[in-house]
């Protein structure tokens, strides 16, 4: 990949939430797609909307887990809990915005949060505890 594949504020941002070379992984597998989408995404997401400082990164991190879970998208959120622990969440607020769901979306949902949680902390609180795919 040359230099021009990434968009070095999403890479920093990215590195910064999830850790080194994550985005980076994740974009080159994008790169490969699409070059033009993932510029865009690289540039919205992770260069934009991710580098806003409106809300603290830590606010920002526990609305996406609690989001997530609602909506369902376990994979996703397993990136988000090592992103808020990286910006400073602690295990019991992590902990507390999983069992504020259960009143928006019940018991099973809230199970299922609870096991992935458990994951993440057996895993070390990183992302590296569910395997090799990019969440």
């Not at 080159?28 to 809300?55: C, T």
């Not at 603290?56 to 622990?85: N, W, Y």
Request: negative net charge; hydrophobic residues 35%; proline residues 3%.
């Amino acid at each position: 990949m040359n230099e021009e594949s990434f968009y070095e504020p999403a890479i920093k941002r990215g590195d910064i939430q999830y850790g080194d070379g994550y985005t980076e992984r994740l974009f080159e597998r994008m790169n490969k797609l699409d070059p033009d989408f993932s510029m865009m995404f690289q540039k919205m997401i992770h260069g934009g909307l991710y580098d806003r400082d409106v809300i603290p990164h830590k606010v920002r991190e526990l609305c996406a887990i609690s989001a997530l879970l609602v909506t369902g998208r376990f994979d996703q959120m397993k990136g988000h809990l090592t992103a808020a622990h990286n910006y400073g969440a602690e295990d019991k607020e992590i902990l507390e915005v999983i069992f504020q769901m259960f009143t928006y979306t019940g018991a099973p949902a809230v199970l299922e949060a609870l096991k992935i949680y458990e994951q993440w902390v057996e895993g070390g609180h990183s992302m590296s505890g569910f395997g090799t795919t990019e969440d």
